[in-house]
């Protein structure tokens, strides 16, 4: 089993959907959990970024962390065209800025 | 927010030859950087974390005399692939931490190599 799994998609939404996209992992000891965004051929840039269990919102975005179920999730809501993306979670285990263990990433397609 | 810079953004190569990437921070000094490697639809691969003034570290896999990595300054890290083989092709990505929220990192735009 890989430490984190994410469906690669792609996922095709209409103009406004609201968006979840998830990962689940399997290492207890990860405390921080991000949410990066990847253009094609560009560099990921961190969205959010979550340690607790719980719930945090940032304008359309909410990232949603579940530790006992070791479920993670980041909703777009009113999503947009330029939201088309591939979204990365990213976790590690604190203390060791390096070692971020990142998902496939999801593919996501905002039709206008 | 803190800009990295990587150059060149892509390089076309013959097999047997070495290229040089390089990872600048821009507007902050990064004393530890970081090289990912990513294949078409995989995700991000630690390969190695380059520490300035010391030797870099590897990660489990990563041949170290093929990639070789130099933190030259407090802005500046390189990774030389060397020898490369078609295999090599992908696109590689640095990173550096930022100066706040401690787990944060940068990422600069990418390299796509591709090894003929």
């Known amino acids: 089993q890989k430490e984190v799994e994410q469906d690669p998609g792609p996922l095709s939404v209409p103009e406004g959907a609201i968006v979840s996209l998830n990962c689940t992992y399997s290492?207890?000891?990860?405390?921080?959990f991000m949410w990066y965004r990847q253009y094609s051929r560009k560099g990921p840039e961190l969205l959010m970024y979550t340690y607790s269990s719980g719930n945090k919102e940032d304008g359309r975005f909410t990232a949603q962390v579940d530790k006992s179920s070791k479920y993670i999730s980041l909703f777009i809501r009113d999503s947009q065209p330029s939201d088309s993306a591939t979204y990365l979670c990213a976790m590690n285990y604190g203390g060791s800025q390096g070692n971020l263990i990142f998902g496939k990433g999801t593919k996501l397609s905002v039709k206008p | 927010g803190a800009v990295v810079s990587q150059h060149p953004s892509w390089v076309i190569c013959k097999s047997g030859t070495s290229v040089k990437i390089e990872c600048r921070s821009l507007?902050?000094?990064?004393?530890?950087m970081f090289w990912y490697r990513q294949f078409p639809k995989q995700s991000l691969m630690l390969m190695a974390t380059?520490?300035?003034?010391?030797?870099?570290?590897?990660e489990q896999g990563v041949e170290k005399d093929k990639f070789l990595i130099n933190h030259a300054s407090l802005t500046l890290s390189t990774l030389t692939v060397t020898s490369a083989h078609p295999e090599d092709s992908s696109f590689y990505i640095c990173?550096?931490?930022?100066?706040?929220?401690?787990?944060?990192?940068?990422f600069g735009p990418g390299t796509r190599l591709t090894v003929l």
């Open positions: 380059s520490n300035e003034g010391s030797k870099a570290t590897y």
């Open positions: 990173s550096a931490p930022g100066q706040g929220f401690s787990n944060e990192q940068f």
């Open positions: 290492n207890s000891a990860f405390q921080y």
């Open positions: 507007d902050f000094q990064a004393t530890t």
